[in-house]
């Protein structure tokens, strides 16, 4: 039923706005959100507070660019294959110097949050970091930005019509950041209703500003994640799935993109000439999963991560990616995690592709264009 209803707004929207053409899609790309989408903000951000930062060093970048650019991976992020798809070039941090921000800008920062730190705080959550970057944050920087490329109501909106909006991945790190504190599954549940609703209504204000394409990406499946699988081992073996994956600890992802869904539909209906996308990221990683040679990773451990310092995932509390003395593998597309925590370059390949043409987007990105 919901799939039918998807269908049908997106329907509307292409009768109704012009996304039934050929012209080109975008003239520009809006990003926000966490380590899955920073270009290099963080980097910047903490330079000189950190006495070591890893997204500083080698092999990050090994892959595409040869060289550290703040991204965690070994090469590109989803944002990256888009922008690059629409022959867009790679969107840049908003803390970068001397850049041309006319083609959009990421606001992206690793370690975001949905939620204020402030919220977590007054909830006796104190395992977060230093600096907000939450979403409030990340608007505040949109607001001050965009004075520098529209000067009137009217202006910002017909460029941002033009553009492609970005809105995440949101949630993950609020939740981690409960489980750190020691609580429960059911209690980490609890803070999903309010992260959904503040990425709503920062959508929302986007909508309001002109925006008339947004993806919200959604969550992950927790309990695949090497970082989780090893930090909350169990000797159970029930409390794993077929894949290996903590099955209780998936339940959060899961429960979380329902709702993010359940948004999505929402503000389909009220801006029903606008474009509203709920981005996958857990289907494909499940996927990737179930049959990992279909995709190109044929490492032969489809849970185990490239750059680590050993350990049953290759995941080291200790000795994490970055850090001196632990190297990657030599061939990075074979496997799906690169870090423990964030994917591979081969794996947000595929996961750009699917939101653009589908079938990891809702609906995909490209739908009336081509």
């Not at 053409?21 to 270009?39: H, L, M, R, V, W």
């Not at 209703?193 to 927790?222: R, Y």
């Not at 539909?265 to 857990?282: E, F, N, S, T």
Request: net charge neutral; hydrophobic share 35%; charged share 15%.
């Amino acid at each position: 039923m919901e799939q039918l209803l998807l269908c049908f707004l997106l329907l509307i929207s292409c009768f109704s706005h012009a996304y039934c053409t050929k012209e080109q899609p975008y003239n520009a790309i809006f990003s926000f959100g966490n380590s899955y989408a920073d270009t290099g903000n963080y980097i910047t951000l903490v330079k000189g507070v950190l006495p070591y930062d890893v997204f500083e060093h080698l092999p990050y970048g090994m892959t595409y660019f040869g060289q550290p650019t703040g991204r965690g991976c070994d090469g590109r992020l989803v944002v990256d294959f888009i922008a690059q798809n629409l022959s867009l070039p790679l969107v840049p941090p908003y803390f970068s110097k001397g850049q041309d921000y006319h083609k959009g800008v990421n606001f992206a920062v690793i370690g975001s949050t949905a939620l204020s730190l402030d919220y977590f705080r007054q909830h006796n959550i104190t395992n977060i970091p230093g600096t907000d970057t939450s979403i409030s944050v990340q608007l505040g920087w949109f607001d001050q930005f965009k004075t520098s490329i529209c000067n009137t109501t009217d202006s910002c909106k017909d460029y941002f019509r033009k553009s492609l909006f970005i809105f995440g991945e949101f949630g993950g790190n609020d939740y981690t950041f409960v489980l750190s504190a020691g609580k429960s599954i059911s209690e980490v549940k609890s803070y999903v209703p309010v992260v959904i609703n503040t990425t709503k209504e920062a959508a929302e204000s986007l909508l309001e500003q002109g925006a008339t394409t947004i993806v919200l990406p959604g969550n992950l499946p927790t309990g695949c994640i090497p970082i989780m699988l090893t930090l909350y081992a169990s000797t159970n073996k029930s409390d794993y799935d077929l894949l290996g994956c903590l099955k209780h600890y998936n339940t959060i992802g899961y429960y979380h993109n329902i709702k993010l869904r359940e948004a999505v539909v929402q503000l389909q209906l009220k801006y029903p000439k606008a474009k509203i996308i709920y981005g996958d990221y857990y289907e494909p990683v499940i996927n990737f999963l179930k049959n990992p040679e279909k995709f190109g990773f044929t490492n032969g451990a489809p849970l185990k991560i490239c750059c680590g310092g050993g350990g049953p995932y290759n995941y080291n509390l200790t000795a994490t990616c970055g850090q001196p003395g632990v190297s990657a593998c030599s061939n990075p597309s074979t496997y799906i995690n690169w870090d423990g925590i964030h994917l591979t370059e081969a794996a947000y390949r595929t996961i750009a592709t699917g939101w653009l043409k589908g079938p990891y987007a809702h609906p995909p990105i490209l739908s009336g264009f081509y």
